[in-house]
């Protein structure tokens, strides 16, 4: 507990895993522009506003629950409690996230991104006691960006993600706890096991009709108990209680053999030409990740629906395509998108959703080749694709559009009533300050 950063070579051979954890990362990121909310309880709405999402602590101390009523049910509590609403930034979430995991690899060597708030770190060779460090990773953290970070220290991933929930609810803690300087089971002995790391419903209802309802109960069944019931997963999961690693860092995660790219409509929409510019504003966000994993795709598949909670005509169906070659230049992804939503289309509906998805991936460097169509990754294709890749991502997000996304006022777009400006993105969004 103590704060000291005075050097103890003893810890420099002591190898630990953290799990840095961004508390409350959708609301916390709204506040960072918003000092004024600083005090008041903050909510994020889903895509088209329809559940919460998020909720910062105070929030939640109300009685507000993260995807449980649409939003509507709840809005009277929540103007009551003179609450603060968003609808998701996720642009804004995920340029504030790329910064604060940038920044960890300034204090450790090895990180796995493991999701856009949370980020496992190494813990070697350094020449205090890691708590310590980890107090001032976190210090660095809201100092450089506002935002309110949870560090959970242990011997393995899964005590150190523990550790991260012991940290982010005992106050005492100060948002750092190392399990591994602490009676560990006495801790694993409170710690539920559906809450344990890789635990999910179905085990642990099953380890519960067992008697086996704690984290140190898990921790000592015999080795043949977990393989027979959990898997060699569920194995390796009791070895990483037992303080025996088992889960190493990811620093590459493998690339996905699917890329799908969907989202509810913020309006019903009955016009081919609106469906086809969100079948190619989706297509080319997926392109973008299948560039990103050096990836490329056999089959573009389409799907269409219209929405199943309304009385009126229902319609709904799926086509896909295969390529001659695969590619994963987006010009050719789209083209063939929109001949596959031609085949399925229908009017006199109102559609509530299209999406695309990318199958039948192969890495770039494995790509066939064929004499009478023009391979990707041909040169100057590659260089066109890498450079709009470039330009949205360093300037900003979307700045070089494809002409089948459109250029009006697209109806399909989500609607986002509360969405708070894309302060770090956009330069017309910019924060302004005026000098009075």
Known sequence: MGSSDQCDTSYTRRKSYALLDCDSFYASCEKVFRPDLVDRPVVVLS?????????????????????????????PFVKKHNMAVFSANFELYGDMSRRVMGSLRDFVKDVEVYSIDEAFMILEGINMRHANYCRFIRKKIAQWYKLPVSVGIGPTKTLAKIANRIAKKTPEFEGVFD???????????????????GVGPAYSKFLQSKGITNSLQLKNVSDDFARQHMTVVGLRTVKELQ????FELDQSPPPQKNITRSRSFGFLVETHKALAEATAAYMARACEKLRE?????????????????????????????????????TSTLIRAALKVLKRIYKPGYRYLRCGVILSDLISEADAPRNLFVTPYPDSRTKDLMNTIDVLNKNMQPGIIKFGSVGLEGKPWRMRQA?????????FEEIPKAKAE
């Open 293 to 329: 994993q050096r990836s490329v795709a056999w089959v573009v598949s389409v799907f269409i629906s219209t929405h199943p909670h309304k009385e009126e005509p229902q319609y709904s169906n799926f086509a896909y395509t295969r390529l001659p070659l695969p590619t994963a230049d």
């Open 47 to 75: 895509n088209n506003d329809g559940f919460i999402i998020a909720a910062c602590r105070k929030a939640k101390a109300l009685g507000i629950k993260v995807i449980s009523d649409p939003y509507f049910k709840v809005e």
């Open 243 to 246: 303080g025996i690693p088992c």
């Open 179 to 197: 399990i591994g300087e602490q009676d560990i089971d006495a801790f694993l002995e409170r710690f539920p096991v559906e809450d344990i790391w």
């Open 418 to 426: 509360h969405r708070s400006p894309r302060y770090t993105t956009r």
